[in-house]
């Protein structure tokens, strides 16, 4: 095992260990995405690379890249996806992929809507459905 320096606070060490642990989450949940998501959170948290150098490659600022990777990784981390992932055998297979791209993918209710061929208030009823259930179980 690795020594550990005697002058490094106790606090610095949870922290360090809180970031990896973090980092380690993200890792794992990286395969729930798909498309641009995915790519740029492989090039943030496997290949390293900075902001700077994905918005060069993408062509859009470097900020518009540091608010896209900050949302991912709190929908990764904070999702209430994965609770319903969890509670799954409460769901039809239509609310868990309206869950998917609600929570995880942040799509708009009027573009879930369009892509799954339903109404605004059809897929709004169904989130209100899905977050009573989500309450229910916690």
């Not at 550990?4 to 993200?26: C, F, G, M, S, W």
């Not at 700077?52 to 490659?57: F, K, S």
């Not at 470097?62 to 900050?70: F, K, N, P």
Request: glycine fraction near 4%; charged fraction near 30%.
């Amino acid at each position: 095992m690795k020594e550990i320096h005697p002058n490094i606070p106790q606090r610095t060490l949870e922290a360090k260990n809180r970031y990896r642990d973090r980092v380690d989450l993200l890792r794992s949940r990286l395969d729930m995405l798909n498309g641009k998501d995915k790519v740029l959170m492989t090039m943030y948290l496997e290949n390293g690379n900075s902001f700077r150098q994905m918005a060069r490659l993408a062509g859009i600022s470097e900020t518009s890249i540091a608010q896209r990777i900050h949302k991912l990784t709190e929908r990764l981390i904070n999702s209430e996806y994965i609770t319903c992932l969890r509670n799954r055998n409460k769901f039809t297979g239509r609310q868990m992929a309206i869950a998917k791209d609600y929570f995880l993918r942040g799509l708009s209710i009027k573009r879930i809507a369009a892509k799954r061929h339903s109404t605004y208030y059809r897929v709004h009823q169904t989130l209100k459905k899905i977050q009573g259930i989500l309450k229910d179980s916690q």
